[in-house]
């Protein structure tokens, strides 16, 4: 295995085609496209890293997968109240559908979903409890207290996040939310400001691997019919409009980011992080996308 990321990480870090990385959100903009980084944690804990799998690099929207886990273990299935199940065929900060479909978004990874989360994990609390609540939930999953939320990036989002605050004002219009609209947001943009490492990224899905339960950290975080639900939530509408494209191409759950990390899960077998920041014209990593490919095609890993 570590032949194989080697190779993987090799041939990402030399190659020309590096996608564009995300300029909306300036901070973002700073960050060198020429990095690569992997990460692979096997079922058993036992990893593999190679290129920039220790450079801490801004999640983004992966963080949404570990905003919805924390939900549904706080709310259960009265997520699904606030949030569909559907795939959007929609850029991730569209609009469109909300109106049509009454302020409850098509699913919790789109921006729109991922703050109506927001708003539901908040339970009434001020934004500063929440996001230590979630910042200790991703330190507890990856086994690492050096996580942390990178408060440039958080600014430079609220800066420029006119979109998201529209996204969120229209669904409180339709009564939806529990909180005031710039409390959720103050937490939305910080959670996406998570600042973490492949590595750190791979161990924190490991739950995901195996019904749940990481071998990792030796805890069930989630119970197994949850687990196959949060990987075909990935499979369906991890990459927005580009969720078909990865399937088809990847053959495993995964979630991007606009950072160019992408957390992927092949159940059973690993937790795997990989870390571009080029992206292709839907927003994914152009060259995380590529190397999880090679890998799934190195390894059989492929869920179909
Ligand atoms: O709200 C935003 O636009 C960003 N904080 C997150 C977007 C994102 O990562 C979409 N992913 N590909």
Known sequence: MQQIVD??????????????????????????????????VMEDGT??????????????????????????GKM????????????????????????????????????AGAIAIADAIMMGHEPKETLAEILQFMRFLSDDDSVYIDEKVARSEQ???????????????????????????????????????????????????????????????VGPQRARRINSLMLLCGHYDGSGEFAFRVGLPGKSGVGGGILAVAPGKASIAVWSPGLDVVGNSHLGTLAL???????????F
């Open 293 to 303: 490919e090679q890998l799934a095609e190195k390894t059989g890993w492929s869920v």
């Open 76 to 111: 259960g299935d009265a997520v699904w109240k606030r949030v569909g199940r559907e795939p959007s065929g929609d850029p991730f900060n569209s609009i469109v559908q909300l109106e049509v479909e009454h302020g409850r978004p098509r699913n919790p990874f789109i921006n």
């Open 159 to 221: 800066l420029t996040g006119d979109r998201n605050a529209s996204l969120a004002h229209f669904m409180a219009s339709f009564g939806h939310f529990k909180n005031p609209v710039d409390k959720v947001l103050g937490v939305y943009f910080h959670h996406c400001s998570l600042a973490m490492t492949c590595h750190q990224l791979a161990k924190a899905g490991a739950f995901l691997v195996s019904d749940g339960t990481s071998q990792l950290i030796n805890s069930k975080v």
């Open 7 to 40: 190779d993987i990480a090799a041939e990402m870090l030399s190659r020309p085609d590096r996608g564009k990385v995300a300029t909306y959100i300036p901070q973002l903009a700073c960050v060198d496209p020429a990095h690569f980084g992997i990460s692979v």
């Open 47 to 72: 990893s593999y890293n190679a290129g920039d799998a220790t450079t801490p690099f801004s999640i983004q929207s992966i963080s949404k997968m570990f905003t919805l886990t924390m939900a549904l």
